[in-house]
């Protein structure tokens, strides 16, 4: 079915009543791939997760080609070029089009002091990039910007105990997406290394990884989408399995924004039970910390004319795609609007006397997985048509099955 250049969604025909054994984190997945090969693959790893971006992961840490395809998997891209470089191999680097565009040069740089040899294969600052090995420069401390992606910060700090004088991080501007670098940390605890951050400064000492057991918990941006669903269908009961309360993931911070939004959140053996709850009508969320939660948010509000306040959402823009602008553009489908108000800040709100067409809205997903599984719970108000569903692979593959377990049919 995800194979189909487009697909047909239609609500569930009686209340939703499921029990969803979401995928395993993506992000959790590539750290613990990583850190076990940072120890010479002695690990135990569980419950590695099912999506592309791991998938691609796993295959490209063991393949004997020079040229590593990533596909649009940002974590593989910036965790693997700081491997590479740290375990001193000859490799080159590349992705989609759209991966040629991210930038990386943040990281390369930061690479580049500590000795490695790394060279932009087509455009400055961007893959394909060549990566030839490393001779140690000596430098053991490094300036990095905070406020691109913490993607940079998390690679660096993977190798950081390997390096032959440890590394120090000294954080230059704001920083974004901070829940993934400590999930970083501390998923490099697990493996006995010792990580100490204060103010703007990160100290890894050179340390052994120690091979250790790791269970990957289910991945709490995946459950965004059945929290969008529990918030738009007129009767919901939910069960996701595989969450934790005290998770890795700062998406987790889903369950407090959605208690403003119609769900209540109940911790329950296994994982986590949604039920509906009555919705606040103008709500805003700072998204810095969890940019992949916006897109999710921001369909659910425009769906229940709720005015939301967007702040924090810069990051969104050399993303899979440039997630604001599709955004705006899908949205616009709806008669919603989401403006620059003030520089960073974003308002959504929706004309109240939009009609719905007769024909069914064709949603556009840009290559962005979290496009399509954010528009689809819509189809709980109107049914939809979304292109190119197969894109959800890259995190949760089983998404269009698990929707057709909650009563939605899909053509
Ligand atoms: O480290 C990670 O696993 C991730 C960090 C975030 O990226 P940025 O740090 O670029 O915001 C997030 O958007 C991405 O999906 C996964
Ligand atoms: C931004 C994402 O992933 P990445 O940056 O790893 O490609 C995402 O999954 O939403």
């Not at 490094?142 to 940079?152: F, K, L, N, P």
């Not at 050179?206 to 250790?212: E, L, R, V």
């Not at 069960?239 to 987790?252: A, R």
């Not at 620059?340 to 929706?350: H, I, S």
Request: hydrophobic letters at 40%.
């Amino acid at each position: 079915m995800i194979d189909l250049q487009h697909i047909t969604l239609h609500k569930p025909v009686s209340a939703i009543q499921a029990s969803i054994l979401l995928p395993a984190s993506k992000s959790e997945s590539n750290r613990a791939l990583i850190i076990d090969a940072l120890s010479g693959y002695k690990c135990t790893l569980h419950n590695l997760s099912e999506a592309r971006d791991t998938q691609t992961m796993q295959r490209l840490l063991h393949s004997a080609e020079q040229t590593l395809d990533v596909i649009d998997a940002g974590t593989t891209m910036r965790f693997l070029t700081a491997y590479i470089a740290a375990t001193n191999q000859d490799k080159i680097l590349t992705g989609t089009a759209r991966m040629c565009e991210r930038p990386i040069s943040i990281l390369v740089d930061a690479l580049q002091k500590l000795g490695a040899e790394i060279t932009y294969l087509k455009n400055e600052g961007f893959p394909p990039i060549h990566i030839k090995g490393i001779r140690p420069s000596g430098v053991h401390q490094i300036e990095i910007r905070g406020d691109v992606s913490s993607q940079y910060i998390s690679a660096l700090l993977m190798i950081a105990p390997v390096l032959p004088q440890g590394l120090t991080l000294i954080l230059t501007g704001n920083i974004g997406s901070r829940p993934y670098i400590e999930m970083t940390i501390k998923q490099m605890a697990n493996f006995g290394i010792d990580v100490s951050w204060e103010g703007n400064t990160i100290l890894v000492k050179k340390q052994t990884y120690q091979p250790a057991t790791f269970w990957v918990e289910s991945d709490w941006s995946g459950a965004s989408y059945w929290y969008s669903i529990a918030a738009l269908a007129p009767q919901a009961d939910i069960e996701l399995k595989g969450l934790k309360k005290d998770s890795l993931q700062g998406d987790s911070a889903i369950s407090g924004i959605m208690k403003n939004l119609g769900v209540h959140t109940t911790n329950v053996e296994g994982g986590v039970r949604l039920t509906k709850t009555p919705s606040q009508k103008r709500v805003a969320v700072d998204f810095t910390h969890c940019p992949d939660l916006a897109q999710t948010v921001a369909v659910l509000c425009a769906a229940n004319h709720i005015h939301l306040t967007l702040t924090g959402i810069e990051s969104l823009k050399i993303k899979e795609t440039d997630r604001v602008k599709a955004l705006q553009q899908e949205l616009s489908k709806f008669g919603a609007t989401l403006q620059e108000v003030k520089p960073e800040t974003y308002e959504l709100t929706r004309t109240a006397d939009w009609q719905q067409p007769e024909y069914p809205i064709e949603i556009d997903t840009y290559d962005d997985h979290r496009m399509a599984m954010a528009f689809a719970p819509l189809a709980l108000l109107y049914p939809i048509i979304i292109q190119h569903p197969k894109v959800v692979v890259k995190s949760y593959p089983r998404f269009w099955d698990d929707l057709k377990k909650a009563g939605f049919s899909i053509q």
